[in-house]
């Protein structure tokens, strides 16, 4: 879910992101006038490409004027390493000509105050990029910006230990997005039954027999969202609110950031593996995107598609051939049509490059196994499933992949994505293997929306798909050789409290009344979800409710929200809290309209619900498994999955990229 | 935090908790008219003691009318291993004569209508209770009771695999109480400094090299309090709400329900170990008694003190001999008067045991490690560490355990008290070591205030102690010895969500504009309590906050609370958040004066927030931690310490108790 952003406002979003930092920091991972990026404190795996950008800032006015506002075009840059003598940037990365000077100006507010005053701070800044570098040797290496005659910036950075064998033919990384602990207590509650306090059944990811903890937030605020917490995860280098695949620099440009190679690209360099992406999202939306696309700005979503097909065109970069296996909503950025790139037709350029194109569930069960795979089944975000299994009347939207005026119903879900995946990459990977992300999105959309019971549905569909995804594996006979891991980019702060009487809460008359139909403690009672009920049966076998819509339903809330209307059921079509009116968000009357009215605790602007602090679960299984417990970082997580596949080398490898262009052997840059 | 309940009440909210179940069950154990104690699904320990009741209901009204309310008093029950021959209860277990028949009447409410119309449902109740059983070989049992000629309700018993070797010589177990990984975050976020998205320092919980999850719900609700929590971690054997270390019965007495065996009942009887609990709770509180006490009903705290010291008095049962340390609160149970059981000093009664007593830090610095060792601090909770660090002048209240009227300023904190029990466990264990509970309950207590600030610097008191006890370890050589568990019995949903500019919301006149100081994602910036502040020093250390009252606070919240008044900062004195009229809660107009009005999410008579549903972390160092990963029942976390102690055994042992009477090796039960 996109914070505070849309499309129209790409510029201004750019600006207001850097300026408007809770202490409202000129430059989040800058607090002198000369800026190292990446910053002081980053870990590199050995041989992984990055950029690097130098910035030195002159602010105009405000608390921090210096200099008249002249940024010193004359600065200096060294690197050495473990203490050794300091080199040149261009001499240490053997870099012919030095880069050009860049300059630009950005602004920013300094408080709340000085955004009510509209009294922005001016800043002019001098920068140089150096692009495409690596780091082969482990160890401690200090760079140093030298700059207005005397002032001196140093960043240290850390290059951990080679790990060139791969232990882990394949990798599944299963993403719940927003999912947090709380929730998949709650989920285990609406689908498993217990019996005098032990549970019959249990959640798929309850028999993972590793579990640790990764702290999600950005490089410049404690709370992330889904696009720099995405590439964290996938590159080792956490990132700013909203940019993925690059530090955040404050050029306006949000193309010309410094980039970092993601896993994917690596895989392909080194080993020739194949690749894929599953997601209930729209394709380029910021999990799957950041797998391949690097951009200052998720909502570039046309761009950051051209780039997983062809590559980073505006600066030379490791490319990956595309995905291997390409699944989920997003027609919008394939349609030719302004949602496109270059109002191109990106079903068109998929298939130029030898991709099959599937439309619908039917087509994808068919597509070969043996050619890459592109599957886009609808506009934007796939129905979430309990839309699809309980209430499919909500399908009937105009909603068709080719624009069409007419409803997608022919959908697949996460599970039938995922196994496909599965199967094409398998065939594809041969004995290099396969890496795919499957994305379970709507946890964090539907909990945005505080539509609880959809958000749970879709995290029951989440570890359904990884139950199918382990009996796959064991069918294929590669589960020993492929690493499972189930985590999160990012948490809510959702939790059940007890259940409400719904036949109770509507008899009341006034909104306290309805209040008292909760029952906390001992009064919660049992899930009622398991029990079957006379009449009603949706199907879904034995891992979802029997009843989505019982008299005692979980009460459950969040600990931040705008106003809006409780009572707790499920709705009948997905959950909108909220009108606007002025800019202002207030209770939408026709949601839960026989609920008790909430007011909120959040800024008045928010619609929505808004992502938390807490760490979120990292469950793991097969090779490597042995390392994910305990407590870490979420760049920790890339770390584990890149050394379990052996990426971490000591020097400049392409062979696999070579292979997959049928090249044999590469020789030097792709 | 004892859940709608006072001393006043007893009988009527024995009577009330079986009856206001959240479906309004009869007996939440028992859905059919026969009832088997302990029920269907349940674990046991080989040679594990405990009580079995059988009860069979006859409802007068209602809509289980039955049989003109007359029970069945010739019920009979047997019992059949792994579908074996089935055996009566008194041949099975070689008891000599046939208990004698019980009889009593209970009421309930089918649900909140028929108690808004007062209407209650009469059951009349006939019983049997067989006392002080054991089972020693493992398997599957299966217990059938006949009644009503022809109805049978049977209950499966699974006894665990046998475990008699010792691997761990000591056990800490470190209990959270109401501890989530939400707060965990949220705690780390307020000590320890990010650079550009890298801790420098880190939570010694973060140093544990084994995380697991553990499930925490009730027997018969999905919301749990402290009494049964702790009674499952203790026991393996999940209870009732307010219900500790038997299974809950129908019987107006809340001292004759069915019991079950502790872990340091167990661990004195097998090996004679030392045992002890700390915690910053009045010592008869839920989480510490639970060791030691055996009742329906928690808030009988005098008789639950009077059985920690001299056993179970109604009937026979395994004595413990006392804790050999046992510090906290709650003076009002041991000074003489209306507090203490039968209005006694049980300091006296501690002394007359050999006990050490100390009424202060200074004292119980000083008190010998080879004595027994009682020590009451203050009447009742102990302050906690923000008012004993930063707000000292909230210590000025009558508070002396004495029962003097002056303050009790001489405090110390979790640290001190663990760190001396410790000394006396090592002392007084010997080679047969010790068994130590120690809890910060005031993060649970906080929580309920939904005084965060509060809470979180209690978890940071949690975490200093655990990292200050693994230094004592290793000092007394002992760490590689010992098992290390950190846990927590139940949550609260709380989660942060951004941050909040104090000084811009003060500035705001109406209560829409204050919410708009709030920054969320990006706008929530870094945590500004690790940057000093000018002025302020506290002098608490390295692991704690530099600064608890910056400009821009952690803005958090939980999912369920009620009405009150919000500005995220910290409060000078403890959080009061509502105010009561005619029974209902209402905004304290006192509490946060500054902030904006929010209405609350929970039953209009609920003063405080309330427990949550979330699983909740388990981290674990030392012998047998790898038994601690993955997703498990709180059960289970009782029958992992249980085995790394060597507690299954297949046959009756009470060599340890007879050790530490000085009798050399023990012949048959104590």
Same mark, same amino acid.
Request: with cysteine; proline share 5%; net charge neutral.
């Given at each position: 879910?996109?914070?505070?952003? /849309?499309?129209?406002?790409?510029?201004?979003?750019?600006?207001?992101?850097?300026?408007?930092?809770?202490?409202?920091?000129?430059?989040?991972?800058?607090?002198?006038?000369?800026?190292?990026?990446?910053?002081?404190?980053?870990?590199?795996?050995?041989?992984?490409?990055?950029?690097?950008?130098?910035?030195?800032? !002159?602010?105009?006015?405000?608390?921090?004027?210096?200099?008249?506002?002249?940024?010193?075009?004359?600065?200096?840059?060294?690197?050495?390493?473990?203490?050794?003598?300091?080199?040149?940037?261009?001499?240490?990365?053997?870099?012919?000509?030095?880069?050009?000077?860049?300059?630009?100006?950005?602004?920013?507010?300094?408080?709340?105050?000085?955004?009510? !005053?509209?009294?922005?701070?001016?800043?002019?800044?001098?920068?140089?990029?150096?692009?495409?570098?690596?780091?082969?040797?482990? =160890?401690?290496?200090?760079?140093?910006?030298?700059?207005?005659?005397?002032?001196?910036?140093?960043?240290?950075?850390?290059?951990?230990?080679?790990?060139? %064998?791969?232990?882990?033919?394949? #990798?599944?990384?299963? +993403?719940?997005? =927003?999912?947090? $602990?709380?929730? +998949?207590?709650?989920?285990?509650?609406?689908?498993?039954?217990?019996?005098?306090?032990?549970?019959? $059944?249990?959640?798929?990811?309850? /028999?993972?027999?590793?579990?640790?903890?990764?702290?999600?937030?950005?490089?410049?605020?404690?709370?992330?969202?889904?696009?720099?917490?995405?590439?964290?995860?996938?590159?080792?280098?956490?990132?700013?609110?909203?940019?993925?695949? #690059?530090?955040?620099?404050?050029?306006?440009?949000?193309?010309?950031?410094?980039?970092?190679?993601?896993?994917?690209?690596?895989?392909?360099?080194?080993?020739?593996?194949?690749?894929?992406?599953?997601?209930?999202?729209?394709?380029?939306?910021? $999990?799957?995107?950041?797998?391949?696309?690097?951009?200052?700005?998720?909502?570039?979503?046309?761009?950051?598609?051209?780039?997983?097909?062809?590559?980073?065109?505006?600066?030379?970069?490791?490319?990956?051939?595309?995905?291997?296996?390409?699944?989920?909503?997003?027609?919008?950025?394939?349609?030719?049509?302004?949602?496109?790139?270059?109002?191109?037709?990106?079903?068109?350029?998929?298939?130029?490059?030898?991709?099959?194109?599937?439309?619908?569930?039917?087509?994808?069960?068919?597509?070969?196994?043996?050619?890459?795979?592109?599957?886009?089944?609808?506009?934007?975000?796939?129905?979430?499933?309990?839309?699809?299994?309980?209430?499919?009347?909500?399908?009937? +939207?105009?909603?068709?992949?080719?624009?069409?005026?007419?409803?997608?119903?022919?959908?697949?879900?996460?599970?039938?994505?995922?196994?496909?995946?599965?199967?094409?990459?398998?065939?594809?990977?041969? %004995?290099?293997?396969?890496?795919?992300?499957?994305?379970?999105?709507?946890?964090?959309?539907?909990?945005?929306?505080?539509?609880?019971?959809?958000?749970?549905?879709?995290?029951?569909?989440?570890?359904?798909?990884?139950?199918?995804?382990?009996?796959?594996?064991?069918?294929?006979?590669?589960? /020993?050789?492929?690493? +499972?891991?189930?985590?999160?980019?990012?948490?809510?702060?959702?939790?059940?409290?007890?259940?409400?009487?719904?036949?109770?809460?509507?008899?009341?008359?006034?909104?306290?009344?309805?209040?008292?139909?909760?029952?906390?403690?001992?009064?919660?009672?049992?899930?009622?979800?398991?029990?079957?009920?006379?009449?009603?049966?949706?199907?879904?076998?034995?891992?979802?409710?029997?009843?989505?819509?019982?008299?005692?339903?979980?009460?459950?809330?969040?600990?931040?929200?705008?106003?809006?209307?409780?009572?707790?059921?499920?709705? !009948?079509?997905?959950?909108?809290?909220? $009108?606007?009116?002025?800019?202002?968000?207030?209770?939408?009357?026709?949601?839960?309209?026989?609920?008790?009215?909430?007011?909120?605790?959040?800024?008045?602007?928010?619609?929505?619900?808004?992502?938390?602090?807490?760490?979120?679960?990292?469950?793991?299984?097969?090779?490597?498994?042995?390392?994910?417990?305990?407590?870490?970082?979420?760049?920790?997580?890339?770390?584990?999955?890149?050394?379990?596949?052996?990426?971490?080398? =000591?020097?400049?490898?392409?062979?696999?990229?070579?292979?997959?262009?049928?090249?044999?052997?590469?020789?030097?840059?792709?």
């Amino acid at each position: 879910m996109l914070p505070r952003l /849309d499309l129209a406002a790409v510029w201004l979003a750019a600006t207001a992101s850097v300026a408007s930092a809770q202490t409202y920091r000129r430059f989040g991972t800058c607090p002198s006038l000369g800026c190292v990026i990446p910053p002081d404190q980053q870990d590199f795996l050995p041989g992984q490409e990055f950029d690097i950008r130098f910035e030195v800032h !002159a602010p105009k006015n405000g608390s921090e004027a210096f200099n008249n506002g002249v940024p010193d075009e004359k600065f200096t840059a060294t690197i050495s390493k473990d203490g050794g003598r300091p080199r040149s940037i261009a001499d240490f990365f053997k870099i012919r000509s030095e880069p050009s000077l860049e300059k630009w100006t950005f602004s920013w507010f300094e408080d709340l105050f000085a955004e009510d !005053a509209k009294t922005p701070s001016v800043v002019n800044v001098a920068s140089k990029a150096y692009r495409r570098v690596a780091l082969y040797e482990p =160890g401690t290496y200090t760079v140093t910006l030298n700059y207005f005659s005397g002032k001196k910036t140093t960043a240290e950075w850390t290059v951990r230990p080679l790990a060139t %064998k791969k232990k882990a033919k394949n #990798v599944i990384f299963f +993403i719940g997005d =927003g999912m947090t $602990t709380n929730m +998949i207590t709650a989920a285990r509650l609406l689908a498993h039954k217990t019996v005098n306090g032990k549970y019959q $059944t249990l959640l798929s990811l309850d /028999d993972f027999p590793v579990l640790g903890h990764q702290m999600t937030h950005s490089i410049d605020t404690f709370i992330t969202d889904s696009a720099n917490s995405a590439s964290a995860l996938y590159t080792g280098h956490k990132s700013t609110v909203n940019a993925l695949g #690059v530090y955040a620099d404050t050029s306006p440009d949000p193309q010309d950031d410094p980039k970092v190679e993601t896993i994917v690209e690596m895989l392909f360099r080194i080993w020739g593996s194949a690749w894929g992406a599953v997601s209930t999202a729209f394709i380029a939306d910021a $999990t799957p995107i950041a797998l391949s696309g690097h951009s200052r700005l998720r909502s570039q979503y046309g761009v950051l598609i051209d780039q997983t097909l062809n590559g980073v065109q505006n600066y030379s970069w490791t490319k990956t051939d595309g995905p291997d296996a390409y699944f989920g909503g997003g027609a919008d950025q394939f349609i030719a049509g302004p949602g496109s790139y270059q109002g191109k037709d990106y079903y068109a350029e998929f298939a130029k490059k030898g991709y099959s194109v599937s439309l619908n569930k039917t087509s994808l069960l068919s597509a070969p196994n043996d050619k890459k795979a592109l599957g886009i089944f609808c506009k934007n975000n796939l129905p979430v499933w309990i839309d699809r299994h309980i209430f499919p009347e909500n399908l009937e +939207i105009n909603n068709d992949p080719t624009g069409a005026a007419k409803p997608a119903k022919d959908l697949p879900g996460l599970k039938e994505m995922t196994l496909k995946a599965v199967d094409i990459l398998h065939n594809r990977g041969g %004995k290099e293997g396969f890496f795919l992300m499957s994305e379970a999105a709507s946890i964090d959309k539907q909990m945005h929306a505080l539509d609880y019971d959809r958000a749970l549905g879709d995290l029951l569909e989440l570890d359904d798909t990884v139950r199918a995804t382990i009996e796959k594996l064991k069918k294929l006979r590669i589960l /020993d050789d492929t690493l +499972i891991v189930v985590s999160a980019d990012h948490g809510h702060g959702f939790d059940v409290f007890g259940s409400s009487d719904t036949k109770y809460a509507e008899a009341q008359e006034d909104e306290r009344s309805k209040r008292n139909a909760i029952g906390v403690y001992q009064n919660s009672g049992l899930s009622q979800y398991t029990e079957p009920k006379p009449g009603v049966s949706y199907g879904t076998g034995a891992n979802f409710p029997m009843n989505w819509d019982p008299r005692y339903v979980l009460a459950a809330g969040v600990g931040a929200a705008p106003d809006r209307r409780e009572d707790f059921g499920i709705g !009948a079509t997905p959950r909108a809290p909220t $009108t606007s009116r002025g800019g202002e968000a207030y209770v939408n009357d026709k949601d839960r309209p026989n609920g008790f009215v909430v007011n909120g605790t959040l800024p008045t602007s928010e619609s929505q619900g808004v992502h938390s602090l807490t760490d979120v679960p990292v469950y793991a299984w097969g090779p490597c498994q042995e390392t994910f417990g305990g407590t870490y970082s979420n760049i920790d997580v890339f770390y584990k999955i890149a050394n379990c596949l052996g990426l971490a080398h =000591g020097r400049n490898v392409t062979e696999g990229a070579g292979k997959r262009h049928g090249k044999g052997k590469g020789k030097g840059r792709d």
